[in-house]
Nanobody, 123 residues
Framework: QVQLVESGGGLVQAGGSLRLSCAAS????????MGWFRQAPGKEREFVGA????????YYADSVKGRFTVSRDNAKNTVYLQMVSAKPEDTGVYYC????????????????WGQGTQVTVSS
């Protein structure tokens, strides 16, 4: 059974940085595309970024491009989301996701989801 456990969420001031982690188990990690999503209060969950199996390719939503970086460590079965220059509109619950295909993640329908971690950016 695939398990994705996010950590690293919390409160950060606008302009600050935060790094989220997602530890994966129950899957052959290096064969999965990994993604990050977020859901703000009263809004639908939205795609944030994703990374290919080897880490060679990354994909980002326009709203976070240049500020967020997705990376992975296949030896540790962990994917990361580095946030810099945080904005209040980045506030939300951040979810880790796993799927065999990038198109499925970008479509918002990955096979596996984590439970989420709260990120609050204060102005």
């Amino acid at each position: 059974q695939v398990q994705l456990v996010e950590s690293g969420g919390g409160l950060v001031q606008a302009g600050g940085s935060l790094r989220l982690s997602c530890a994966a188990s129950g899957l052959t990690f290096s064969t999965y595309v990994m993604g990050w999503f977020r859901q703000a209060p009263g809004k639908e969950r939205e795609f944030v970024g994703a990374i290919s199996r080897s880490g060679a390719y990354t994909y980002y939503a326009d709203s976070v491009k240049g500020r967020f970086t997705v990376s992975r460590d296949n030896a540790k079965n962990t994917v990361y989301l580095q946030m810099v220059s945080a904005k209040p509109e980045d506030t939300g619950v951040y979810y880790c996701a796993a799927d065999a295909r990038i198109v499925t993640i970008q479509a918002g329908a990955p096979a596996s989801w984590g439970q989420g971690t709260q990120v609050t950016v204060s102005s």
